[in-house]
C-alpha cells in the first residue's frame, strides 16, 4: 500500500514536470502543485488510455505516457489560466 502511494507521488512528480516541459513559457505553479496536477494527470490519463484500449502493451506504454502528459499539461494550462482570471479586475 505505502509503495503504491509513493509510487504515485514520484509518477505525479514526472508527469508534472514533463507536462510543464513542454508548454512554452514560464507557469507560475508551485512543485507541490505541478506534482499534484500531474498525478491528476496520470491518473485520468490512465483512464483515457484504458478505456481507448492503449494501455496495456508489451515493454513501455508510451502512448499511455503521452496521453498522461498531455492531459497533465491541460490542467497546468487551465490553472495558469483560474489564476489569471483571479488576479484581473
Given at each position: ?53 492503449l ?9 499511455k ?20 482570471q483571479?488576479?484581473?479586475?
Amino acid at each position: 500500500m505505502i509503495s503504491t502511494l509513493i509510487g504515485a507521488v514520484i509518477a505525479g512528480a514526472i508527469i508534472g514536470s514533463l507536462a510543464r516541459l513542454v508548454l512554452p513559457g514560464e507557469q507560475n505553479i508551485s512543485t507541490g502543485l505541478t506534482i499534484g496536477i500531474g498525478f491528476a494527470g496520470a491518473l485520468v490519463g490512465g483512464l483515457i488510455a484504458q478505456a481507448a484500449g492503449l494501455d496495456n502493451t508489451n515493454g513501455i506504454d508510451w502512448i499511455k505516457h503521452i496521453i498522461q502528459v498531455a492531459v497533465a499539461a491541460g490542467g497546468i494550462v487551465l490553472y495558469g489560466n483560474m489564476q489569471q482570471q483571479k488576479r484581473l479586475p
